[in-house]
T-cell receptor, first 111, second 106 residues
């Protein structure tokens, strides 16, 4: 019973393509996140949604578009992929005590 | 200045050693702080929440110093299995530091 699940786990794609990563949490949390971890292992927040509403957008290129159809889902769509987009993307949700629960990550490689 | 900063290490220590990590934060309004552990090619997982009064969980002790705006993690009697990257995080946006790598050697 994975609390925060994201798919796909691995994704290899060519520059210029459009791809999506899906995320679902079954914890009943109101707040969800997307984080990006680059090759230097720095974990950087990208977006946060609270109950389907965008509350944090950390100066991410507009090629990245999050979508939250309901509070249990937060998907990430990326247009016109670039080499620099290669990273691990972690979905996460937050409980009332501010603890963050991460998904297993999606390893994106752009070639 | 980054909102959360920590020494990236790596820290190389022998088994049984005591090791301490510090993390500084810039937003004095931040309320909640945490230490996470991340193993290679895995997601970060909560290790401990950090409270002003300090909290201890077995060999791990976390402390928050609001006056100096830093949080700390102390690991006593290090085990080989403690080898990982330790991330401090907190604040409204739950910003994380860059992580401190720990290698415990036999």
């Amino acid at each position: 019973d994975t609390a925060v699940s994201q798919t796909p786990k691995y994704l290899v794609t060519q520059m210029g393509n459009d791809k999506s990563i899906k995320c679902e949490q079954n914890l009943g949390h109101d707040t969800m996140y997307w984080y990006k971890q680059d090759s230097k292992k720095f974990l950087k927040i990208m977006f946060s949604y609270n109950n389907k509403e965008l509350i944090i957008n950390e100066t991410v290129p507009n090629r990245f578009s999050p979508k939250s159809p309901d509070k249990a889902h937060l998907n990430l769509h990326i247009n016109s992929l670039e080499l620099g987009d290669s990273a691990v993307y972690f979905c996460a949700s937050r409980d009332g005590g501010n603890t963050i629960y991460f998904g297993e990550g999606s390893w994106l490689t752009v070639v | 200045r980054k909102e959360v900063e920590q020494d990236p290490g790596p820290f190389n220590v022998p088994e049984g050693a005591t090791v301490a990590f510090n993390c500084t934060y810039s937003n004095s309004a931040s309320q909640s702080f945490f230490w996470y552990r991340q193993d290679c090619r895995k997601e970060p997982k909560l290790l401990m929440s950090v409270y002003s009064s300090g909290n201890e969980d077995g060999r791990f002790t976390a402390q928050l110093n609001r006056a100096s705006q830093y949080i700390s993690l102390l690991i006593r009697d290090s085990k080989l299995s403690d080898s990982a990257t330790y991330l401090c995080g907190g604040g409204f946006k739950t910003i994380f530091g860059a992580g401190t790598r720990l290698f415990v050697k036999a």
